[in-house]
């Protein structure tokens, strides 16, 4: 079965506004200004439908930068936050894929190396 495509949805700045801008600038490829632009229309996705894992990459380096990024589910619209905790606990809404077999029902693991 085919997994749904996740967006970044850049819901808080932050304090350290700087910072997210460049952040933004080095994830959009937009100019400096343009980053700065987006912002101010927050919350906006910051990238569109791509695979779990290049999402929450992109969700923990706003993070890092200071901003509150959350994952959205292509299937069902479900928020997950960046770090896999408190997955939004309702069904996923999806017409066309069982609940079970929806990624925002049950988000990666981190894997340790031994």
């Not at 933004?24 to 400096?32: F, K, M, Q």
């Not at 999402?55 to 997950?80: F, M, P, Q, Y």
Request: aromatic share 6%; glycine share 6%.
């Amino acid at each position: 079965m085919e997994d749904p495509e996740f967006s970044v949805l850049l819901t808080e700045v932050g304090t350290t506004r700087l910072d997210v801008i460049q952040a933004v600038r080095a994830i959009s490829g937009l100019s400096l200004w343009r980053s700065k632009l987006l912002l101010e229309t927050t919350p906006v996705v910051v990238v569109e439908d791509t695979w779990f894992e290049a999402a929450d990459k992109v969700a923990k380096r706003l993070e890092a930068a200071g901003a509150h990024a959350v994952l959205l589910c292509g299937w069902c619209n479900r928020r997950i936050p960046s770090v896999a905790v408190g997955v939004d606990p309702g069904p996923c809404e999806s017409p066309y894929w069982p609940a079970e077999n929806c990624r925002a029902s049950s988000p990666p693991t981190k894997q340790t190396r031994g």
